[in-house]
């Protein structure tokens, strides 16, 4: 079955730096790559997603990217701030799946 | 418009007791799921709800996990009895199918059960 690896497990960036995180799929029938923020004691919100027939999304400060090829996806925050600090889930799910496959995660921490 | 509301937000039992969490989707939703994170690891999957019918319940433990979805509306996992490997946050999210959106996608999530198991 699916599976997706997500690196690094926690990261920590000066405010104003970006910040970068990375996931790997196993299934090359993958075609939908979405990621989810969720702040400490509240709700996974999803952030920005992706679809196979596109190689980059943007939406303000966040940006994803997705390397078919290598299947690998990453997620970029530029000009990281305060509120960016969160634990960050990458997901994969095949067209016609029911389901997400989810990464582990990863912390993200601000310093100010 | 409200979102996906879960009760309870925490829960502590002991080994071989009951418990009962329950999810309340966005109205309108035919869609719900259940998904579990175990000790910091990955979310997973557990069910998928398409109104009152379950259409995949593949990522279930064992049988001491019951989801059920009366009429559509709420949807109730029961862990009965509780094992300590059974603690983590359990999560429910509910989609609606719009033009080319299928259902795995715009997940609205609810904040969670945190279960732990004694």
């Known amino acids: 079955g699916e599976n997706v690896e997500q690196h690094p497990s926690t990261l920590s960036v000066q405010e104003g730096d970006s910040a970068v995180i990375k996931c790997t799929y196993s299934?090359?029938?993958?075609?939908?790559f979405p990621w989810y923020k969720q702040e400490l004691g509240k709700r996974p919100q999803l952030i920005i997603d992706?679809?196979?027939?596109?190689g980059e999304k943007k939406d303000q400060r966040i940006a994803v990217t997705l390397n078919k090829t290598a299947k690998h996806f990453s997620l970029h925050i530029t000009e990281t701030q305060p509120e960016d600090s969160a634990v960050y889930f990458c997901?994969?799910?095949?067209?016609?799946?029911?389901?997400?496959?989810f990464g582990q995660g990863t912390r993200l921490t601000i310093n100010p | 418009e409200a979102g996906v509301t879960q009760f309870p937000s925490h829960s502590v039992i002991e080994k071989g007791q009951t418990v009962t969490l329950r999810c309340d989707p966005i109205s309108g939703h035919d869609n719900l799921y259940w998904y579990r994170r175990v000790m910091g690891k990955e979310i997973k999957f557990l069910l998928h709800f398409v109104k009152e019918s379950k259409q995949d319940e593949s990522g279930m433990p064992n049988n001491r996990f019951l989801a059920e979805r009366t009429g559509g509306t709420y949807s109730t996992l029961k862990v009965q009895p509780a094992e300590l490997e059974d603690s983590g946050v359990y999560f429910c999210?509910?989609?609606?199918?719009?033009?080319?959106?299928?259902?795995?996608?715009?997940?609205?999530f609810g904040s969670g059960t945190q279960l732990s198991v004694l």
């Open positions: 997901a994969a799910s095949r067209r016609g799946a029911q389901k997400l496959v």
């Open positions: 999210a509910s989609s609606q199918v719009r033009g080319t959106i299928s259902t795995n996608e715009k997940l609205f």
């Open positions: 299934d090359s029938a993958s075609n939908y």
């Open positions: 992706i679809r196979s027939n596109v």
